[in-house]
C-alpha cells in the first residue's frame, strides 16, 4: 500500500514561488503515474498537471501554461511541483496523486492520494 506525504505550502505573495513535495512509503514512486491536483474552497478537485511512470507523457490544465513544473527523485522517492509566479486565484490545497502503475498513456487512475497542503496567496 503506497502511503503519499505532501508537504511545502505556505503562505506567499502574488508573484511568489512554492516547491511542494509529495513523498512516498510502502512503495516505489518511480513505478506510477503522479498527478498533482488543487481544490480551492468551494470548487471541485482539479488536476494540475501530471505525468507518467515513464515521464514520456503528461497531461496538464489548460491554465498551466509555463508556472507549474512537476518532477521526480526517484533516489528519494519523492515527486515535487514548483509553482512561479503565484496569483491569488492558484490558492487551493494541492494534493498529490499516485496510479496508473507502468501505463503511459492518459487518462491514469488514480488510486493514493497524499492528505493535501494549503498554498495562499495573497495580492
Known amino acids: 500500500q503506497v502511503q503519499l506525504v505532501d508537504s511545502g505550502g505556505g503562505s506567499v505573495q502574488d508573484g511568489g514561488s512554492l516547491r511542494l513535495a509529495c513523498t512516498a512509503s510502502?512503495?516505489?514512486?518511480?513505478?506510477?503515474?503522479v498527478g498533482w491536483f488543487r481544490q480551492a474552497p468551494g470548487k471541485e478537485r482539479e488536476l494540475v498537471v501530471a505525468?507518467?511512470?515513464?515521464?514520456?507523457?503528461?497531461d496538464y490544465a489548460d491554465f498551466v501554461k509555463d508556472r507549474f513544473t512537476i518532477s521526480r527523485e526517484n533516489n528519494k522517492n519523492t515527486a515535487f511541483l514548483q509553482i512561479s509566479n503565484l496569483k491569488p486565484e492558484d490558492t487551493a490545497v494541492y494534493f498529490c496523486?499516485?496510479?496508473?502503475?507502468?501505463?503511459?498513456?492518459?487518462?491514469?487512475?488514480?488510486?493514493?492520494w497524499g492528505q493535501g497542503t494549503q498554498v495562499t496567496v495573497s495580492s
Open positions: 496523486a499516485a496510479g496508473g502503475q507502468h501505463i503511459d498513456y492518459p487518462p491514469w487512475e488514480f488510486d493514493y
Open positions: 510502502g512503495g516505489s514512486l518511480r513505478n506510477y503515474a
Open positions: 505525468v507518467s511512470w515513464s515521464g514520456r507523457q503528461a
